[in-house]
Every structure is written in structure tokens, then in C-alpha cells.
């Protein structure tokens, strides 16, 4: 089973690394040109970094440039982009698949676990990560942290573990530094503690992932659109992981596989009529693993649910945020609130209630790597706050993962057996 949430920030890094590796590469003119256009087309730029302090740190890149490996210009630009405070802008800094280390990460509340692996270390997968290379996982995560825009700690928990399997990366801080790497796990009866994996090879294409079947409803349903269950309880169940869909895809030029993306709009129909059956008494509207897309279409769809009496009452909408609920997502929680009587359940948001966003993009001329950077600012509350906390705080343990349950949808049947 391949679970798509383990690549998600991966993906959004990643870029076609071929033509760079044996290629000289004007870094110089990219940091020129990057000091140029970046203030040209962000939204506002200077923020957060004064425009002194933008030249000054543009002037220390260009300085170390000539000396420095690809991959460190590369880290550093991208470390630079991070400081200047915009979760959406970024360089997509690349990485080759030979650079995975063969396990994937994800974070719980007792630690970071090993949620994918290739089969060739099976005895990995479930261990709790503590070490790479002798250094402790905390200490890896913060280095890993200055290559990203850190707004909470729900973002924090969502990204940074995705990063600890990425070798480049790793030996960008000096966590790597020969041709293996040694990873320490919590010790299991019978089972190393140590394991010693090969550093830039060709990736196995044999993994062993968690068994969808037995996982809890949430996890089972991301890698969809949107996905709705209406329960035996009368908890309508209607997970909706991108604010996108075929309308959305169509609209922005994509001509090919339209088929095979959901509609939106049915998805809306469904949801609709199904909450006019009587057998459904609340309804759980799951967005924790959205990272976002474009809102219009969910805030218009929220605006329906809301003129629905039976269910928008105290009680009858429980809305799901979590660390990966971020920038359009995020609007559309916000719509909930101000058009219902939503409560909102599960962990703080990866991202802010106002932020910058509406994504454009231009490539830098002599590395070819993409910048991406917003074009607006979301002001929608009159205060600054950096993440939108839930109304009952409800975190997934390890336990409750392996175990196929969630945690969510259990609190929220005891609160409903409050209200009875």
C-alpha cells in the first residue's frame, strides 16, 4: 500500500536534480537574480526581514557561493527563503530518489515512528526513531527546522519528519559524512537497536506500508479527494483532504486525467442530500490531512451546510483540524466558523488564519530551480495568532495508529453521550 501523506512535503520539493549534477551553475547570478525578482512579485517581502537585512543575508549567499557545493547552495538559499517568514513562498531545492534512505517517518505523541520501510529492513518498521548517527532525533529535527518557515508546532510535527529520510539533506548538517548512515531505534525484544543503511542508491521498490485495512477510517481515506461514510451511529463521517476536484483542475488548464479526478460539485450533491436523512444525527467534517488548494468551492459548500437547521446546531457540526491543515484548508475552517456552529476537534493547524498565499512561481536562469512565492495577503481575523487551536485538543497516539483507532471519533462520541 503506498500512503501518499508520507511523500506530501517531499513532493513539494522536489525537482528534476539531472541536468544540474554536471553542470556549472552560476549561483551567483541566481542570488542576483533572485534579489531582484523576489521583491518584483511577492506580495510584500520585507514583512517580517527589513530590506537591509534581505541585501545583507543575499550578499553573505553570494560571498560563500563560489566555494560551496551545489547542494549547499541549494540548502542555503532555501534557509534564506525560510527566515524571511512566508510558509508559502520556498525553493523547491531537490533531491534525487537515490538520496531516500529507505524508511519513512512520522511523528506521534510518544516520538518520531518508522511508518514505511523497504522490506530489505522490515525488522524497522514501528520502531520509535532516537538517533541518526549517534545525534539524538530532537536535535536533527531543529537543524532540519531552518529550512522551513515554522509558524507552530503543528507545522512543525507535519513536515519535519518527512525531511528525516532524505540523505542530502541529512548530510547537509553534517549527520551523514560516508556512504552509510546509522540509525538508532528504541530497543524491541530480540531486535537491533543499531542498523547501519546504505547512503545514495538506487531505491527498492519493495516496501512494506501499514495494512489499509486495518488502519482507523481517517487514515484509510487519505490519497483521496474526498471520501464521505455514513456510520451505524448516525455520524456522518465526510473527509475532505484537497480543496480541489475536476472543476478546480479543469479551470486552471489541465486537459489530460480529468476523468480521472472526482467531481467536486458531486461530491457536494451527495454530502447535501445526505444530511437531509433522518438517520443522521452529527456530522464530522474532516480536514486534518488538507494542505490546501483553492477555498471558493468549500466556502460556497460550507454556506450550504449552514443553512441547514438540523445539523447546524451546538452539537450537531464537529469540524476535524490537525498539524497538516493548512493555507486554503485553513479558510475554509474559518468559514465554519463564521457561518456555523462548528466545533472544532483534533490538534492546532499547520497553518494561520491570516497568511500570505495564491502561489505563482519563476524558475532561477542558470540552476533552473523553482521559486515559489505568494501574491496576497489573507487578512481574515483582526488579530494575529499563529495557528488556529481546536476547541478540544484530541492527539493521535502511536498506539491508537497500529491499534486502527481514532481517537477523534471516539471523543466525539463521548461528547455526544454528554448531551443525551
Given at each position: 500500500?503506498?500512503?501518499?501523506?508520507?511523500?506530501?512535503?517531499?513532493?513539494?520539493?522536489?525537482?528534476?536534480?539531472?541536468?544540474?549534477?554536471?553542470?556549472?551553475?552560476?549561483?551567483?547570478?541566481?542570488?542576483?537574480?533572485?534579489?531582484?525578482?523576489?521583491?518584483?512579485?511577492?506580495?510584500?517581502?520585507?514583512?517580517?526581514?527589513?530590506?537591509?537585512?534581505?541585501?545583507?543575508?543575499?550578499?553573505?549567499?553570494?560571498?560563500?557561493?563560489?566555494?560551496?557545493?551545489?547542494?549547499?547552495?541549494?540548502?542555503?538559499?532555501?534557509q534564506f527563503i525560510a527566515s524571511l517568514g512566508d510558509s508559502h513562498t520556498r525553493l523547491q531545492w531537490g533531491y534525487k530518489s537515490t538520496e531516500i534512505l529507505p524508511f519513512h517517518v512520522g511523528y506521534f505523541t510518544e516520538g518520531y515512528f518508522i511508518n514505511g520501510v523497504e522490506k530489505a529492513y522490515?525488522?524497522?518498521?514501528?520502531?520509535?526513531?532516537?538517533?541518526?548517527?549517534?545525534?539524538?532525533?530532537?536535535?536533527?529535527?531543529?537543524?532540519?527546522?531552518?529550512?522551513?518557515?515554522?509558524?507552530?508546532?503543528?507545522?512543525?510535527?507535519?513536515?519535519?519528519?518527512?525531511?528525516?529520510?532524505?540523505?542530502?539533506?541529512?548530510?547537509?548538517?553534517?549527520?551523514?559524512?560516508?556512504?552509510?548512515?546509522?540509525?538508532?531505534?528504541?530497543?524491541?525484544?530480540?531486535?537491533?537497536?543499531?542498523?547501519?543503511?546504505?547512503?545514495?542508491?538506487?531505491?527498492?521498490?519493495?516496501?512494506?506500508?501499514?495494512?489499509?485495512?486495518?488502519?482507523?477510517?481517517?487514515?484509510?481515506?487519505?490519497?483521496?479527494?474526498?471520501?464521505?461514510?455514513?456510520?451505524?451511529?448516525?455520524?456522518?463521517?465526510?473527509?475532505?483532504?484537497?480543496?480541489?476536484?475536476?472543476?478546480?483542475?479543469?479551470?486552471?488548464?489541465?486537459?489530460?486525467?480529468?476523468?480521472?479526478?472526482?467531481?467536486?460539485?458531486?461530491?457536494?450533491?451527495?454530502?447535501?442530500?445526505?444530511?437531509?436523512?433522518?438517520?443522521?444525527?452529527?456530522?464530522?467534517?474532516?480536514?486534518?490531512?488538507?494542505?490546501?488548494?483553492?477555498?471558493?468551492?468549500?466556502?460556497?459548500?460550507?454556506?450550504?451546510?449552514?443553512?441547514?437547521?438540523?445539523?447546524?446546531?451546538?452539537?450537531?457540526?464537529?469540524?476535524?483540524?490537525?498539524?497538516?491543515?493548512?493555507?486554503?484548508?485553513?479558510?475554509?475552517?474559518?468559514?465554519?466558523?463564521?457561518?456555523?456552529?462548528?466545533?472544532?476537534?483534533?490538534?492546532?493547524?499547520?497553518?494561520?488564519?491570516?497568511?500570505?498565499?495564491?502561489?505563482?512561481?519563476?524558475?532561477?536562469?542558470?540552476?533552473?530551480?523553482?521559486?515559489?512565492?505568494?501574491?496576497?495577503?489573507?487578512?481574515?481575523?483582526?488579530?494575529?495568532?499563529?495557528?488556529?487551536?481546536?476547541?478540544?485538543?484530541?492527539?493521535?497516539?502511536?498506539?491508537?495508529?497500529?491499534?486502527?483507532?481514532?481517537?477523534?471519533?471516539?471523543?466525539?462520541?463521548?461528547?455526544?453521550?454528554?448531551?443525551?
Amino acid at each position: 500500500m503506498k500512503q501518499s501523506f508520507v511523500f506530501t512535503f517531499l513532493l513539494l520539493l522536489a525537482t528534476s536534480l539531472a541536468a544540474q549534477e554536471h553542470k556549472l551553475i552560476d549561483w551567483r547570478g541566481d542570488i542576483e537574480y533572485l534579489r531582484v525578482m523576489l521583491p518584483a512579485r511577492h506580495a510584500n517581502i520585507y514583512f517580517k526581514v527589513p530590506k537591509a537585512e534581505y541585501e545583507k543575508g543575499l550578499d553573505a549567499l553570494a560571498a560563500q557561493a563560489a566555494d560551496a557545493t551545489n547542494l549547499e547552495n541549494r540548502l542555503r538559499i532555501q534557509q534564506f527563503i525560510a527566515s524571511l517568514g512566508d510558509s508559502h513562498t520556498r525553493l523547491q531545492w531537490g533531491y534525487k530518489s537515490t538520496e531516500i534512505l529507505p524508511f519513512h517517518v512520522g511523528y506521534f505523541t510518544e516520538g518520531y515512528f518508522i511508518n514505511g520501510v523497504e522490506k530489505a529492513y522490515e525488522s524497522l518498521h514501528w520502531r520509535r526513531l532516537t538517533h541518526i548517527n549517534g545525534t539524538p532525533i530532537e536535535q536533527v529535527a531543529d537543524s532540519l527546522a531552518t529550512l522551513i518557515t515554522i509558524d507552530n508546532v503543528g507545522m512543525f510535527r507535519s513536515r519535519i519528519p518527512t525531511m528525516m529520510s532524505v540523505a542530502s539533506t541529512l548530510r547537509f548538517f553534517g549527520f551523514i559524512d560516508s556512504d552509510s548512515v546509522y540509525i538508532q531505534v528504541a530497543p524491541k525484544a530480540g531486535m537491533p537497536d543499531t542498523y547501519a543503511l546504505p547512503v545514495d542508491r538506487e531505491r527498492s521498490k519493495d516496501w512494506l506500508y501499514p495494512d489499509r485495512s486495518k488502519l482507523a477510517h481517517c487514515w484509510r481515506g487519505i490519497g483521496t479527494y474526498f471520501n464521505d461514510t455514513l456510520m451505524s451511529d448516525g455520524l456522518y463521517f465526510v473527509q475532505y483532504n484537497i480543496c480541489g476536484g475536476r472543476e478546480i483542475s479543469k479551470k486552471y488548464g489541465k486537459k489530460e486525467g480529468l476523468a480521472e479526478i472526482p467531481s467536486f460539485k458531486e461530491f457536494e450533491k451527495r454530502v447535501l442530500k445526505t444530511l437531509n436523512r433522518p438517520e443522521v444525527k452529527t456530522l464530522v467534517f474532516d480536514m486534518r490531512f488538507n494542505g490546501g488548494g483553492a477555498s471558493a468551492q468549500g466556502t460556497e459548500m460550507i454556506k450550504k451546510i449552514a443553512k441547514n437547521k438540523k445539523i447546524n446546531r451546538k452539537g450537531g457540526i464537529y469540524v476535524v483540524i490537525g498539524r497538516q491543515t493548512f493555507s486554503s484548508a485553513i479558510l475554509n475552517t474559518l468559514d465554519f466558523l463564521q457561518n456555523t456552529d462548528a466545533i472544532l476537534i483534533g490538534e492546532d493547524t499547520g497553518g494561520k488564519p491570516n497568511h500570505y498565499g495564491e502561489i505563482r512561481s519563476f524558475d532561477l536562469p542558470s540552476s533552473g530551480l523553482r521559486v515559489v512565492y505568494s501574491t496576497k495577503y489573507f487578512v481574515k481575523e483582526a488579530t494575529e495568532r499563529p495557528t488556529i487551536e481546536p476547541d478540544i485538543r484530541v492527539e493521535a497516539s502511536f498506539q491508537d495508529y497500529i491499534n486502527g483507532i481514532d481517537p477523534v471519533l471516539e471523543r466525539i462520541r463521548v461528547e455526544l453521550g454528554k448531551r443525551q
